[in-house]
């Protein structure tokens, strides 16, 4: 069975370039999530949907951010303008119904390098 | 508020040893869930276990085995005969009910890097 795919797996963008991450949740799984990592604060979640709609972006860090889940089997999460500090690997997750019970599967991420 | 602490940073073993890697918990909620991730040196995060807070049960998967004890609210987890494949940053994690509803957020912990040596 395919897993979670995210896209591209790396991107190197200069300051102040939109860019966009793309993620494929596995079929069936209605949540999605996104999260970064960095060395400094670790697995940090941005934002998650269920069915389709965001039900939680607290975790977004800025109005720079925007994430959108157009359709079941697809998601973006956007960066607009970029900075250097935006630099991480962005994971995308899925899960079956409630999360609290099953868990989240996890794409192969997406290395973010802003120059 | 959730909190999961592994206060192991960094562990190096060499292979065949046997290696905990220690998680400790903070949750107000009485249900709640327990994971833990592998991420490898390729970046992909890897689920290994989930286990509820009604089950204290410990479990074995192959090499792995997990110990979980509400007394002292940790969830720690043994790789037995350790091989250089095992390595990789380990990360435990907490979800907790939320208050009855749907979907507990996952606070996961900073992550533990074991090394196993040849």
């Known amino acids: 069975d395919a897993g979670v795919i995210q896209s591209p797996r790396h991107e190197v963008t200069e300051m102040g370039q939109e860019v966009t991450l793309r993620c494929k949740p596995i079929s069936g799984h209605d949540y999605l999530f996104w999260y970064r990592q960095t060395m400094m604060r670790g697995l940090e979640l941005l934002i998650y949907?269920?069915?389709?709609?965001?039900?939680?972006d607290s975790g977004m860090p800025e109005d720079r951010f925007s994430a959108k889940m157009p359709n079941a089997s697809f998601s973006t999460l956007k960066i607009q303008p970029s900075e250097p500090r935006d630099s991480a690997v962005y994971f995308c997750?899925?899960?079956?119904?409630?999360?609290?019970?099953?868990?989240?599967?996890f794409g192969d991420g997406t290395r973010l390098s802003i120059l | 508020a959730q909190k999961v602490t592994q206060a192991q940073t960094e562990i190096s073993v060499v292979e065949k040893e046997d290696v905990t890697l220690d998680c400790v918990y903070e949750?107000?909620?009485?249900?709640?869930?327990l994971f833990w991730y592998k991420q490898p040196p390729s970046g992909e995060l890897v689920f290994l276990i989930r286990r509820n807070s009604f089950d204290e049960q410990n479990e074995i998967s192959g090499r792995y085995s997990w110990n979980f004890q509400k007394s002292t609210s940790s969830f720690n987890f043994t790789i037995t005969a350790s091989q250089v494949v095992d390595s990789a940053v380990y990360f435990c994690?907490?979800?907790?009910?939320?208050?009855?509803?749907?979907?507990?957020?996952?606070?996961f912990g900073q992550g533990t890097i074991l090394t196993v040596h040849p």
């Open positions: 997750a899925s899960s079956l119904t409630a999360p609290s019970n099953q868990p989240q599967h």
């Open positions: 949750t107000r909620d009485t249900t709640y869930y």
């Open positions: 949907f269920n069915n389709n709609v965001p039900i939680d």
């Open positions: 994690a907490l979800s907790d009910n939320a208050g009855g509803t749907s979907y507990g957020k996952l606070t």
